[in-house]
T-cell receptor
Framework: EDKVVQSPLSLVVHEGDTVTLNCSYE??????LLWYKQEKKAPTFLFML????IEKKSGRLSSILDKKELFSILNITATQTGDSAIYLC?????????????FGTGTLLAVQP | KAGVTQTPRYLIKTRGQQVTLSCSPI?????VSWYQQTPGQGLQFLFE???????NKGNFPGRFSGRQFSNSRSEMNVSTLELGDSALYLC???????????FGPGTRLTVT
């Protein structure tokens, strides 16, 4: 059965710290790995990774995928209180020409001032 | 470009009733996926529609159903509601090819 596991489950840091969130996956016919940030309601899209070793970057956030070891990391540098959220990663596969995403349970990040 | 919209935003129903939720995808997006989010199970895939056809279905009972219209708007229906159906129901739309999914604000369903 396809699964995505995130660690840690929760994390408390202070503003300015750097954090690394982990995501490992076992997804049949893997296609891509996606990261989302969820604050109050809808998850907002951060990154989609399809190729190994190519870092994607957006401001203080960056992410990379390792398709050999089946994991991805999300880095946040110089954290701010506005980064407090649940970070979700999800795997997608090629099975059945579908856009189904398999989500991990998320990492709850709390950034204290 | 307008984002994904969902209605209603909040809903309170009684056990045994049925409910219909609506989702309008981003203009031009033809794929709509539905997810259920609960504190215990996280985000779980319900089903996906593309061009009015269901392309995939998750492991949910037959009480959960959906459909998609020719304008790509989608509805999901839950019949004979149970307390465990209380959750945030999210829909997501996807553009052409294997691109990222964009989520709507969700419908918070409470079953009493």
């Amino acid at each position: 059965e396809d699964k995505v596991v995130q660690s840690p489950l929760s994390l408390v840091v202070h503003e300015g710290d750097t954090v690394t969130l982990n995501c490992s996956y076992e997804v049949t016919n893997f296609r891509s790995l996606l990261w989302y940030k969820q604050e109050k309601k809808a998850p907002t899209f951060l990154f989609m990774l399809t190729s190994s070793g190519i870092e994607k970057k957006s401001g203080r956030l960056s992410s990379i995928l390792d398709k050999k070891e089946l994991f991805s990391i999300l880095n946040i540098t110089a954290t701010q209180t506005g980064d407090s959220a649940i970070y979700l990663c999800a795997g997608s596969n090629y099975g059945g020409a579908t856009n189904k995403l398999i989500f991990g349970t998320g990492t709850l990040l709390a950034v204290q001032p | 470009k307008a984002g994904v919209t969902q209605t209603p935003r909040y809903l309170i129903k009684t056990r045994g009733q049925q409910v219909t939720l609506s989702c309008s995808p981003i203009s031009g997006h033809r794929s709509v996926s539905w997810y259920q989010q609960t504190p215990g199970q996280g985000l779980q895939f319900l089903f996906e529609y593309f061009s009015e056809t269901q392309r995939n279905k998750g492991n949910f009972p037959g009480r959960f159903s959906g459909r998609q219209f020719s304008n790509s708007r989608s509805e999901m229906n839950v019949s004979t509601l149970e307390l465990g159906d209380s959750a945030l129901y999210l829909c997501a739309s996807t553009g052409t090819g294997w691109s990222e999914q964009y989520f709507g604000p969700g419908t918070r369903l409470t079953v009493t």
